[in-house]
């Protein structure tokens, strides 16, 4: 089959790589449907991620019909079209019992695409299917599910949840790439008196005002002044770090007022100064985390009921052989415009593992 193959730092190749088969009991081999590309892999192409070894499949997000199943997978089957999150769950160690999938203990967490191969290619292997896939209702239009993977559970769990918005705070959201975008929509979910947008890139902003921002500020028109005095000088209530670099961590945290919260969601490859000697008084919470997906099933409810905005966050879509070219305009998303893009196609080659068994 053919596959997006981490070479080492730099550009991916989409080249032949061997067919994924069963390895495990728990196991499903999902055909890839839709697929999308993500801004941790985007860290991954710099080497902010230094875990991915070169020769990896990436891509931890997608939408899939099952093909096969491991002896031990109970809820789904093949011919199932199901959500591929970006967390697997071995749904037996400690972490897993808690709900804390990202954390899982017991070989799961964020494996694909990362520590195993991932769903940027034509079929995938899935661990611990039971709890790794979610099968898909007719009403959710795949294009849209694969937003599910990863998007939308971050933000929320993240940033939404750990930032602990409510009622009539005034939210912060730094970065307005999928992630912030995500996050904006789904913080309206809690009624915040406003929501302001902070990015570099105009055309992103303007994104955030369709998705719901009331105020947006680039970094040059001076976010930090915008929220001083749209609070009377006493600072957000939540900021939400979704970029995942030092600047906007160390913005967020003199954004934020007394008593208040930061939620990094951002993927950090560089240490960020953390000011201990102004926070200390402030009574301020930080929290980081990585998603562990388990807010997916009412995530997928909500987008069944047609209340989560999915096509405003896609700008391009392309065929699953145009892999190269869709991150090329994703790592360009400056001069492209580019928020998430997606690629489906209808030209998969067929599996050829495992071997049909031979008649006579
Ligand atoms: N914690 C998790 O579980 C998790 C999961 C998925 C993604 N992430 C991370 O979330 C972050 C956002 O993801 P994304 O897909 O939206 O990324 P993205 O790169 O598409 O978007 C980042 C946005 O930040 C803006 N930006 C860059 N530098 C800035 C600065 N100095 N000030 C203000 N804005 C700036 C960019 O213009 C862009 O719009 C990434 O770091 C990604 O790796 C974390
Ligand atoms: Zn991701
Ligand atoms: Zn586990």
């Known amino acids: 089959m053919k596959a997006a193959v981490f070479e080492g730092p730099g550009p991916i190749t989409w080249r032949d790589v061997p067919d994924p088969g069963i390895k495990d009991p728990g196991d499903a081999i999902v055909r890839v449907d839709v697929v999308t590309i993500c801004g941790t892999d985007l860290h991954i192409l710099k080497g902010d991620v230094p875990e991915v070894a070169p020769g990896r499949v990436l891509g931890h997000e997608a939408v899939g019909t099952v093909v096969e199943t491991g002896r031990d997978v109970r809820s789904v089957r093949p011919g ?97 790439g999928p992630i ?62 979704a970029v995942g670099v030092p600047e906007t961590f160390e913005m967020c945290t003199r954004m934020v007022r007394p008593g208040g919260r930061v939620a990094n969601i951002g993927v950090h490859g560089k240490p960020a100064v953390l000011h201990l000697e102004d926070l200390w008084i402030r009574d301020v919470t930080i929290t980081t985390g990585l998603v562990d997906t388990s807010s997916t099933p009412m995530l997928l409810r909500m987008m069944a009921a047609g209340r989560l905005p999915a096509a405003e966050l896609v700008t391009h879509r392309f065929e699953l052989g145009q892999m190269e070219e869709a991150y090329d305009v994703f790592g360009r998303a400056a001069d492209t415009g580019a928020l998430k893009v997606t690629l489906g196609g209808p030209q998969h080659t067929a599996l050829q593992a495992p071997a049909p068994p031979v008649a006579g």
């Open 80 to 176: 199932d079209r199901v959500l591929i999150s970006c967390i697997s769950a071995c749904g037996r160690c400690r972490f897993c019992r808690e709900g804390r999938y990202g954390q899982c203990a017991g070989g799961g967490g964020w494996v694909l695409g990362h520590t195993i191969d991932g769903t940027q290619a034509e079929y995938v292997r899935v661990p611990f299917a039971d709890l790794s896939v979610h099968p898909l209702p007719n009403a959710v239009d795949s294009f849209d599910a694969v937003l599910l993977a990863d998007i939308f559970p971050t933000s929320y769990e993240v940033g939404v949840l750990n930032g602990g918005v409510r009622p009539a705070d005034t939210v912060v959201v730094v970065g307005a």
């Open 180 to 241: 912030g975008l995500a996050a904006i929509a789904t913080a309206r979910l809690y009624s915040p008196g406003r929501i302001i947008a902070v990015d570099l890139a105009e055309s992103r902003l303007a994104a955030a005002r369709t998705l719901g921002a009331d105020a947006t500020v680039t970094v040059s028109e001076g976010p930090e002044q915008l929220v001083e005095d749209l609070t009377n000088g006493l600072g957000a209530d939540v900021a939400i770090e």
